[in-house]
């Protein structure tokens, strides 16, 4: 197998610590980001049976969350607290001292809580397909040419890197974001990346292992 084969990841998507903790060694990472709920009736009417309008929790790394209600007459009231969790059960203790149990089911997009649909939101406009401009680093092989990157509003992600010689590898999973940080999770392994987005370039580095790629959205 060829050197470059072997470098598919080390170019910028080599695992690195984020803040207090390795972000690719999370027990259940798809909770982290922001979920929204919307009620499907909108009217500011507070006869109804459900007093809120929408609903966004936020999950960090840390294992804080926030809960923020915006109730029918416009006013949000607003928890903040820790939480935990295993397979079923995520549990949700405010900073007041109040603990709540609730079932859940979580996909990469979606999480099911106490009955009720929430759907992660991209906090920031990284969907799209990205097309590798620079591409260097000390352990960047000379061979690879190309790096296609297409990160989807739903979170799921492709990639894929091709060499001089011709040949290209493809990978595809699931990613999420938690402040400058891109974790990817594929088939074998998770990836943590450092991001920076201006406009229509995309910055991805790896300061411990001194890579870096720009590259540019593609255009419709």
Do not use: C
């Amino acid at each position: 197998m060829k050197k470059w084969y072997g470098l598919i990841f080390v170019i910028f998507f080599l695992a690195t610590p984020a803040k207090s903790q390795d972000l690719t060694q999370l027990d259940f990472p798809l909770l982290i980001g922001d979920w929204y709920w919307f009620s499907p009736d909108q009217s500011t009417s507070t006869s109804g049976e459900n007093a809120y309008k929408a609903i966004n929790i936020s999950f960090k790394s840390d294992f804080r969350f926030t809960v923020k209600l915006l109730k029918r007459d416009g006013t949000v009231e607003e928890a903040v607290g820790e939480y935990d969790l295993d397979e079923s059960t995520l549990v949700l203790s405010d900073d007041f001292g109040e603990t709540q149990r609730h079932s859940y089911q979580l996909n990469h997009n979606q999480l099911s809580l106490q009955g009720a649909q929430f759907t992660k939101v991209l906090p920031n406009n990284l969907s799209g397909t990205w097309y590798s401009d620079v591409i260097q680093g000390k352990d960047v092989d000379e061979r690879v040419s190309d790096l296609a990157l297409i990160l989807r509003p739903d979170f799921l992600f492709s990639v894929k890197v091709s060499g001089v010689e011709g040949r290209s590898v493809t990978h595809r999973g699931v990613y999420y974001l938690e402040d400058d940080h891109l974790v990817l999770i594929y088939r074998g392994g998770q990836q943590d990346s450092v991001f920076e987005l201006n406009a229509d370039t995309l910055k991805l580095s790896n300061n411990q292992f001194g890579m870096e790629a720009v590259l540019k959205r593609d255009q419709p």
